[in-house]
């Protein structure tokens, strides 16, 4: 089973940038897709970006423009990059590994909070 780790997140104000890296255990060049969510309090989980082992990317529309998910498969890292913060870009983001027929795996999160 793929151990994933989360890092990067923090306290930030309005309009600022962070910078979340996801670290994997496992070669990422063999999953289908690796993908970020975030959760807010109270709120669902939800996806925020993806990208495919071919490298096409998919985001949420909340994010299109100001989030950039990226993959380095020699350092087994899937990184986005988040720029134009606000302040419901808050919340615990996690992220996610696919290969399927095999179950997915899951980060622990890491916490973002954006300050108006």
């Known amino acids: 089973q793929v151990q994933l780790v989360e890092s990067g997140g923090g306290l930030v104000q309005a309009g600022e940038s962070l910078r979340l890296s996801c670290a994997s255990s496992?070669?990422?060049?063999?999953?289908?897709?690796m993908e970020w969510y975030r959760q807010a309090p109270g709120k669902q989980r939800e996806l925020v970006a993806e990208?495919?082992?071919?490298?096409?990317?998919m985001y949420a529309d909340s994010v299109k423009g100001r989030f950039t998910i990226s993959r380095d498969n020699a350092k087994n890292t899937v990184d986005l990059q988040m720029i134009s913060l606000k302040p419901e870009d808050t919340g615990v983001y996690y992220c996610?590994?696919?290969?399927?027929?095999?179950?997915?795996?899951w980060g622990q999160g890491t916490q973002v909070t954006v300050s108006s």
């Open positions: 996610k590994a696919n290969n399927w027929p095999l179950p997915s795996a």
């Open positions: 496992k070669n990422i060049f063999s999953m289908k897709t």
């Open positions: 990208i495919t082992s071919g490298g096409s990317t």
